[in-house]
């Protein structure tokens, strides 16, 4: 049993854990790190990068890069391509509708465009090869929400995505009329 005189009689005082601004400063079990997630927003929806391969927290990871992204009721992300990187989508809430354009000159499916519609009502991973041209758009009540786990890390210095307008000519597809 032990003697209660070697008991604190208030209890333990905690210890600073945190600096003001949520910096993680106790002492952290050995092979552990912690890293802050930032989440960007624009007026489109959010971003928040979950693991990059950059990192030094992510060694050993076998996806080089994670992120969450997030779509607005209505809203359309892209046209973006990537010249170097597939994309590994996965549609995990609301409604979206992908859209997919081979602009690969020397591919057998080149100018064909296809729709994939997915979210949490049909979960899926979309696997988009370089040089396909590729956009998000929200089709649902609810902001939509996909993970994206590409096979190169986001190179902040010189990303590998190009951009194209909306309503672009150079590819042939109107969000104002989706095919079914």
């Given at each position: 049993?032990?003697?209660s005189t070697s008991l604190p009689a208030v209890g333990l005082k905690?210890?600073?854990?945190?600096?003001?601004?949520?910096?993680?400063?106790?002492?952290?079990?050995?092979?552990?790190?912690?890293?802050?997630?930032?989440?960007?927003?624009?007026?489109?929806?959010?971003?928040?990068?979950?693991?990059?391969?950059?990192?030094?927290?992510?060694?050993?990871?076998?996806?080089?890069?994670?992120?969450?992204?997030?779509?607005?009721?209505g809203i359309v992300k892209g046209w973006i391509v990537h010249r170097?990187?597939?994309?590994?989508?996965?549609?995990?809430?609301?409604?979206?509708?992908?859209?997919?354009?081979?602009?690969?000159?020397?591919?057998?499916?080149?100018?064909?465009?296809?729709?994939?519609?997915?979210?949490?009502?049909?979960?899926?991973?979309?696997?988009?090869?370089?040089?396909?041209?590729?956009?998000?758009?929200?089709?649902?009540?609810?902001?939509?929400?996909?993970?994206?786990?590409?096979?190169?890390?986001?190179?902040?210095?010189?990303?590998?995505?190009?951009?194209?307008?909306?309503?672009?000519?150079?590819?042939?597809?109107?969000?104002?009329?989706?095919?079914?």
């Open positions: 049993m032990a003697d905690d210890t600073q854990t945190a600096t003001p601004a949520g910096q993680v400063i106790s002492p952290m079990i050995d092979g552990v790190s912690v890293r802050s997630l930032t989440t960007l927003l624009d007026a489109r929806g959010e971003i928040c990068e979950l693991v990059s391969m950059a990192w030094p927290e992510a060694a050993g990871v076998s996806s080089p890069h994670v992120y969450l992204a997030s779509v607005r009721t170097l990187q597939t994309d590994r989508l996965s549609l995990v809430t609301g409604t979206l509708h992908v859209v997919l354009y081979d602009g690969r000159p020397d591919s057998p499916t080149f100018g064909t465009v296809r729709e994939v519609f997915g979210g949490d009502r049909a979960r899926m991973l979309v696997v988009i090869p370089p040089g396909v041209w590729h956009a998000v758009h929200n089709v649902g009540e609810t902001e939509g929400f996909y993970v994206n786990a590409p096979d190169l890390p986001y190179d902040h210095e010189n990303p590998d995505k190009c951009r194209l307008p909306i309503d672009t000519d150079r590819i042939p597809y109107s969000f104002d009329e989706p095919r079914r």
